[in-house]
């Protein structure tokens, strides 16, 4: 059967759609500019901190959507390891740790993604000590006061709290949207975890 020339038109521009339409949701691909607003409160706490051992290594522990946790959990390796602290990825959290241990929390991930104008908002919280202690990183995410013990030796504990709304114009993929989504929480989460520990 032979298609009319109208027909023949109607059907490859509808095979074009579907490949295009293909691509933003598999490819990852961006041609787009982002506006992003941040906001984060950090805090912390520690004893006989001119003994503590340089941070440089530890554990990781995320809580986060399925959809986004272990991109996201490689992301914050990377951005931790930028910083000069080397993070082993874990699925569930030691009682004790035998060192120093980051935990986030995703409270909110809500990513509303479209081909022109992709926007989202994502809200976290993230936790560390540097000697492992499970009721620390408890507390810190809890917004309870950290309490240090005499049998805790040096030691430095400390919480952040904070969310994003990243907005973007231009043609974005699914897969690139989430990738910088998962990139400014993994960013902001290192530098403010970091930013806490003492300089050397």
């Known amino acids: 059967m032979e298609l009319s020339p109208r027909t023949a038109v109607v059907v490859a521009l509808i095979l074009v759609v579907a490949v295009v339409s293909g691509g933003l949701l598999a ?3 961006e041609a787009a500019n982002y506006e992003t607003t941040a906001a984060a409160t950090a ?5 006989n901190l001119d003994s503590l051992p340089p941070i440089t290594d530890g554990t990781l522990v995320v809580d986060a959507p399925e959809a986004v946790r272990d991109d996201l959990t490689a992301a914050l390796v990377e951005s931790f390891a930028e910083r000069g602290v080397t993070l082993e990825p874990t699925d569930i959290r030691d009682e004790d740790a035998e060192g120093p241990v980051v935990v986030v929390v995703v409270d909110e991930w809500d990513s509303r993604w479209n081909p022109v104008a992709p926007s989202g908002s994502v809200a976290w919280r993230a936790a560390f000590d ?3 202690h499970e009721r620390h990183v408890d507390a810190a995410l809890s ?7 005499s049998t805790d030796g040096p030691d ?12 973007g114009t231009g043609v974005v993929s699914r897969p690139a949207y989430r990738a910088h989504l998962v990139g400014v929480v993994a960013d902001a989460t290192a530098e403010q975890v970091v930013g806490q ?3 050397r």
Do not use: M
Not at 43 to 47: D, F, N, V
Not at 159 to 164: G, K, P
């Open 27 to 29: 490819l990852d691909f």
């Open 43 to 47: 805090a912390s706490g520690g004893t």
């Open 130 to 132: 540097a000697g492992g």
């Open 143 to 149: 917004g309870d006061a950290l309490v240090f013990e």
């Open 156 to 167: 430095l504990a400390g919480s952040v709290e904070a969310s994003v709304e990243s907005a």
């Open 197 to 199: 520990f003492p300089e």
